[in-house]
């Protein structure tokens, strides 16, 4: 695939941020890790990815801004770019050595997500997408599954931390879904959840509590691959709702309703 300028820089910065990563995934027992929060840990290699990419990105557009979900935001000159970054999504995986995580960079222009670039250093996996230009695993293009309905497909969802998110509406949406997928599955990286769906292997997914780095580059591999994702509500600003609903036409619309649906009284 013929890459622009922009995304190379992007890959660049994350395959840079994941030869680091697994540098200290390989001594992952040794890793100084701090306590942020309930079931939300951030490790030395989370803030020194986030420096890598940051470095490389700015070195090459130095107007653009940076959000990351380590640090603050910063605000650039230019107005209408932004970085998006998580420069280790799937930490607790990562720090169980659980080799499900990824570095994820996305470009926003004028609130548009036009590339985004998603590497799992464990598994040598590089998403990437720009916008109107296609999907890709590596160099192999991608295409969402084209299966029509729940009871045949495999669906992803994101189960809510300790300390974090509704447990008990989240165990509501998974009570309707189990009843109507084929399986469910969580990764344990909403990166990743959203590059399987791009390639086929998830049928759909849906996540509610998320941040903007979480889906960013996500939400345009799915679309770039044929898919369609929503937030719960049928709109399109998930990076501020923090809700992701995706998949084919079909599966989309179909595990929409399912997942909204309330639990029936007697």
Known sequence: MARSALLNVMVQAALKAGKSLSRDFGEVQNLQVSVKGPGDFVSQADLKAQKIIRDELMKARPTYGFLGEEGDEIKGTDGAHRWIVDPLDGTTNFLHGIPLFAVS??????????????????????????????????????????????????????????????????????????????????????????????????????ETGLSPWDVAAGILFVREAGGFVSDFDGGTDMLNTGEIICGNEHIQKALAEVVKRPIPTK
């Open 105 to 206: 960079v996305a470009l926003e222009r004028n609130g548009e997500i036009v590339a985004g670039v998603t590497f799992n250093p464990a598994t040598d996996e590089l998403y990437t997408s720009e916008r109107g230009g296609g999907a890709f695993l590596n160099d192999r293009r991608l295409r969402v599954a084209s299966r029509r309905v729940l009871s045949d497909s495999v669906i992803g969802c994101g189960i809510p931390n300790l300390g974090r998110g509704s447990h008990g509406k989240f165990l509501v949406e998974l009570r309707h879904a189990m009843g109507e997928a084929a399986g469910i599955r969580s990764l344990g990286s909403a990166a990743l959840d959203l590059a399987y769906v791009a390639a086929g292997r998830f049928d759909g997914f849906w």
